[in-house]
Every structure is written in structure tokens, then in C-alpha cells.
């Protein structure tokens, strides 16, 4: 099937997502995975700061608080940032998994406007893999963890080999990020099972 017409929904005989056996325990703060990620990374002034947490299975919970430099209309988060959000915490799945993947596919309903100052509190799982293709579902809630629903999503990512990123990614960041003494630090920012 295509890109373009695939389902967003784990086919018929599509594998359970099993966790990985030195995934971090649930409720472990994940951490950046790479201090430039516009997603979580601390060196992003203006970026999400998103600060995801390893969950029970394969899932995430995440959390991100709307700032001044996240606004699309007056007062409101731009919908693309919260679909960064969305991305950002379903993308965080794949450390669960060991697996480097990229997002092939995002679809968002936005439910509810997400003010300036709000947190969203974000839920993401993976639903089902089929060879390459990780099937993940995502809910951001106002406030609090049960509040009410602002935006959802599902999502596919692709497995890729780690020269994904070798191959197309500016050499200046690639050098710097392979250069960190910090070996877990390298492979997170690939997303690669050190
Ligand atoms: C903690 C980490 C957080 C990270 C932040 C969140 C993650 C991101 O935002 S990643 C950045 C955004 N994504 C990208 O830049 C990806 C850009 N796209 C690409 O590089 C390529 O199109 C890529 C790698 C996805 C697929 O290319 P390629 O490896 O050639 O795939 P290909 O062999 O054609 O297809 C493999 C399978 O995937 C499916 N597939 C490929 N592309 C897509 C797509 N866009 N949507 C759905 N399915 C797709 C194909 O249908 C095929 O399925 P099947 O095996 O059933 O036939």
C-alpha cells in the first residue's frame, strides 16, 4: 500500500508492541534525547520542553505547558505546535520499543483551543506493529491528566536504519551530536539502542 492510503490503524495480524526488556521502569523521567530537539531539548529557547515519562506497556506520558512563543491565534497554541507535542510524545514510544523510527504519517483532531499557560497532559501508545510500521495513538487533555480533551491523533512511524539520519542530516549537528563523551547521550539522540 502506498503512503498515501495507508490506514492509520494496526492491520489484521499486526504483532502486540513488547516492550523492551531494559525499557525504563513506568513513571522514569525520559529526559531530552537531544538537547537541540525542538520537542524536548533544553538548547531550544523557544521549543516545547516537553518532558516525557515512561508508562506501564508500551506507552508515555507527557507533559507541556503553552508558552507565549506557541501562540497561533491571539491567547491560543498554534495547532501545529500541539501537533509537535502530539508527535514528540508518540515519537518517544520507540525508546520503549528500541527501535529508531521516524513519523511516516500524523493525523490530529483538534478537539478543544489549548490557551497560553494551559499544560497539556499527554497520553501516547502504541497500538500494533506490521513489519517497518509502528502503529501509535496519542490524547493531549487540559490541565490535568483526566481533564478534558484537546487534541488526538494517530500516527504511523517507519522503521529506519540509523544512516537515516547520517545520510540527511546537516553534517555540522551530525559531528556534534556523535561527538558527546556521553555514549547514552549519542545513541538517544539517534535514537539508537546503545
Ligand atoms: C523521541 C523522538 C522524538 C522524535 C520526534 C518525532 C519524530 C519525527 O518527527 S521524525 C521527523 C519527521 N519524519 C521524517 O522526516 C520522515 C521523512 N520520510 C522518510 O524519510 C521516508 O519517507 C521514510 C523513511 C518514512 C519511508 O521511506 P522508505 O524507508 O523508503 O519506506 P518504504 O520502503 O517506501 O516503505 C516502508 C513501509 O512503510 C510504509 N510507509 C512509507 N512511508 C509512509 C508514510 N509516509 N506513511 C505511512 N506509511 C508509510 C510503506 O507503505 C511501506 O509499507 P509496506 O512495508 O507495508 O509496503
Known amino acids: 500500500m502506498g503512503p498515501g492510503r495507508t490506514t492509520l490503524v494496526p492491520p489484521p495480524g499486526a504483532a502486540s508492541p513488547v516492550r523492551h526488556p531494559e525499557a525504563p521502569a513506568p513513571g522514569t523521567l525520559l529526559g531530552p534525547h537531544y538537547d537541540q530537539c525542538f520537542g524536548c531539548g533544553e538548547g531550544q529557547p523557544h521549543g516545547l520542553h516537553l518532558q516525557a515519562r515512561a508508562g506501564e506497556g508500551v506507552s508515555i506520558t507527557a ?18 505546535v500541539l501537533a509537535s507535542a502530539l508527535d514528540e ?23 478543544r483551543p489549548v490557551p497560553v499557560g494551559a499544560t497539556l497532559h499527554l497520553e501516547a501508545r502504541c497500538m500494533g506493529i506490521d513489519g517497518r510500521k509502528i502503529y501509535a495513538s496519542a490524547v493531549g487533555r487540559i490541565d490535568r491528566p483526566d ?29 556534534a551530536a556523535m561527538a558527546d563523551p556521553d555514549q547514552i547521550k549519542v545513541a538517544r539522540a539517534f535514537e539508537v539502542n546503545p
Do not use: C, M, Y
Request: aromatic share 8%; glycine share 12%; charged share 20%.
Open 89 to 111: 510524545t508518540l515519537g518517544s514510544l520507540n525508546w520503549l520499543l528500541r527501535v529508531i523510527a521516524v513519523t511516516g504519517r500524523l493525523e490530529t483532531d483538534f478537539v
Open 147 to 175: 481533564g478534558p480533551v484537546a487534541v488526538r491523533a494517530d500516527a504511523v512511524f517507519i522503521e529506519v536504519k540509523l544512516d537515516h539520519f547520517t545520510r540527511n542530516g546537516r553534517p555540522e549537528e551530525i559531528k
Open 63 to 80: 507533559e507541556f505547558t503553552v508558552q507565549p512563543a506557541h501562540q497561533g491565534a491571539p491567547g491560543l497554541a498554534h495547532g501545529g
